[in-house]
């Protein structure tokens, strides 16, 4: 065992890590080469998505230990959705610093995984990948179902929706803020098929987690079970020695990509996946996710993409039903953290005919997954979610609304005297990666509001933003370069004409190439702020979105090497 790197010593070095942990009364039988399981919690009252991790840990311990293991939870950066500034993209590479230096420097064999809310996921998974022990995951589960006046309220999605009816006139602010109680009913993370429950999926097609890890709700008791077999099994995989790296590959992220696309998940999931192959070593790259996922229809009926949340998933039978839905689309031979292969966790697992997860025969999209559009307007890509935009805007030609960054379009996206129209195309500027920084979830712009009183509900948008995985409109987003890094984004001015051509794959930026290039030879390279601190390493390291935007120094394995001890 690893942690006889630690224990296993007579001398006074083996004292001092012994001794501190008798501190809190683990006995001397505990040190005799058993596995030590880390419990790696991104509970946080700060993200309140994630606030029942210390709750579920307990249950880790308890699976810890009934296998002969040692759990030793501890505590990681956490990141929450509703609360963090500037963005929590911005804290994703920094969490998983964190977890990759707290996992190799000390005397753990093995590691769970806790994590919910959207950034927590990918966070966790991708310090582990650089680190490579046998590792297992465990998500939080989706929030109940929350209501107002009968109608259910899906996170996020509702926010978006009703704040519309407010700019519109069409919802009281009293109303407004009467909705805040009724849409997160308990613990848990979205309660739509946001980025949470994405990745939550995800994890377990990755075959990173337990089967069913990906819908069963928070606060149900078989949450609890899960947990508690989780903890069973982190042991078993240090006696096997199951590191991630034989879990997380190529095959795998095709499985991940594929189901993305039938259950409608966040565009989000892109950028997590490009990072996560990038620490694991698994080439992937942008165009994969729709080469990968052509063909794939959308399966589940979920909130933003359908109609249902997460609990109704659930019932449904969730992942394992989707993922013997797609059959033969799937690589069903990938090895999972059960031991078995993805197909042997779903044998039989087909679901009751709920209309909720839908069949090959009759999806609710033919077309489902991200497309990847290229063009002079974003010549390394940019990516749409058709499922979860208008059909009729999908092939589009308007003319430039520009917003130089996100106070430019606060000021003035509401104002009367906007230049605007229904066929207008709505452009945000300095809101990728290392511009704003940390590519915030404003892709979705809002309509103008003298627009939704006009009863315009979706318009074409553009930026170098992320969007809420929550959230649907025809938005194309993370253009590469992004405008900050001198990309032709930051050239478009107000009246330039852009045309959209989603089945073509293509976002050009109609003015003559020599137009083009003046525009961006005046240019130059867009000098950024020094703030300093973590900041302005993020500034300095970070990729394109189209490699994950992580940290440049942060890709790969760095592997478990023990240090030499400090004392
Ligand atoms: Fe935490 Fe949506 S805000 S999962």
Redesign the pocket.
């Known amino acids: 065992m690893r942690s006889q790197e630690w224990f296993g010593g007579s001398d006074k070095t083996g004292f001092f890590h012994r001794s501190g942990l008798k501190a809190m009364g683990i006995p001397e039988r505990m040190f005799d080469g058993r596995p030590v399981i880390g419990i790696c919690n991104t509970w946080s009252q700060l993200?309140?998505?994630n606030a029942h991790l210390r709750d579920l840990a307990e249950y880790v311990a308890r699976g810890v230990y009934e296998a002969g293991g040692l759990p030793l939870e501890f505590p990681v950066t956490s990141l929450?959705?509703?609360l963090m500034r500037p963005s929590t993209m911005l804290y994703r590479n920094l969490a998983s610093m964190d977890v990759e230096e707290t996992i190799r420097a000390n005397p753990l064999d093995g590691v769970v995984l806790l994590a919910?809310?959207?950034k927590t996921t990918p966070a966790v998974l991708m310090g582990a990948a650089s680190v490579d022990l046998p590792t297992i995951l465990l998500s939080g589960g989706p929030t109940l179902t929350g209501r107002r006046n009968g109608v259910p309220l899906p996170?996020?999605t509702g926010t978006y929706t009703m704040y519309d009816d407010v700019r519109a006139g069409t919802m009281s602010s009293a109303e407004f803020v009467a909705a805040e109680a009724c849409m997160w009913r308990s613990n848990g993370?979205?309660n739509t098929m946001?980025?949470?429950s994405t990745m939550a999926s995800l994890v377990e097609t990755l075959g990173m987690a337990l089967t069913g890890n990906g819908a069963i709700p928070a606060v149900d008791a078989r949450r609890r079970t899960l947990a508690h077999d989780t903890g069973v099994r982190a042991v078993s995989l240090v006696h096997e020695q199951l590191a991630m790296s034989q879990i997380l590959t190529r095959e795998a992220f095709e499985n991940a990509i594929r189901v993305n696309a039938a259950i409608g998940g966040s565009t989000n999931a892109v950028i997590h996946l490009l990072a996560l192959a990038g620490r694991a070593e698994v080439p992937l790259e942008l165009a994969d996710f729709d080469a990968l996922a052509a063909g794939v229809p959308l399966l589940v009926d979920l909130v933003p993409s359908g109609k249902y949340l997460m609990e109704d998933f659930f019932d449904a039978g969730g992942v394992p039903v989707v993922l013997n839905a797609l059959g033969d689309l799937l690589h069903r031979d990938t090895l999972t953290v059960t031991g078995r292969t993805l197909g042997e966790n779903v044998t039989g697992l087909t679901g009751w005919g709920s209309p909720v997860i839908r069949t090959l025969d009759e999806p609710l999209k033919k077309d489902a997954g991200i497309a990847v559009l290229r063009g002079n307007l974003a010549p390394g890509g940019a990516i749409i979610k058709p499922s979860a935009a208008t059909e009729s805007l999908l092939v589009h030609r308007g003319q430039a609304v520009v917003f130089e960054d996100i106070d430019d379009l606060r000021t003035r996206i509401d104002d009367p005297a906007l230049d605007v129209s229904a066929d207008s195309v709505l452009v945000l500027k300095g809101a990728g990666p290392r511009g704003y920084p940390g590519m915030p979830e404003m892709g979705n712009l809002p309509i103008p509001a003298k627009l939704l009183r006009a009863g315009v509900t979706d318009m074409v948008r553009i930026s170098d933003a992320r969007m809420s995985g929550?959230a649907f409109g025809t938005v194309v987003l993370h253009v590469v370069p992004e405008s900050a890094a001198g990309g032709p984004l930051a050239v478009v001015r107000s009246g330039d004409w852009i045309e959209l051509d989603v089945p073509a794959r293509r976002l050009h930026l109609d003015i003559p190439d020599s137009e083009l290039a003046s525009r961006l030879a005046a240019l130059g390279t867009p000098k950024l702020p020094s703030p300093g601190g973590y900041t302005e390493l993020f500034q300095q390291h970070v990729t394109q979105a189209d490699t994950g935007a992580d940290l440049d120094f942060l890709r790969g394995r760095r592997g478990p090497e023990v240090a030499r001890a400090g004392h």
Do not use: K, M, V, Y
């Open positions: 993200a309140p998505c929450g959705e509703t919910g809310c959207d996170s996020g993370s979205c946001g980025t949470a929550t």
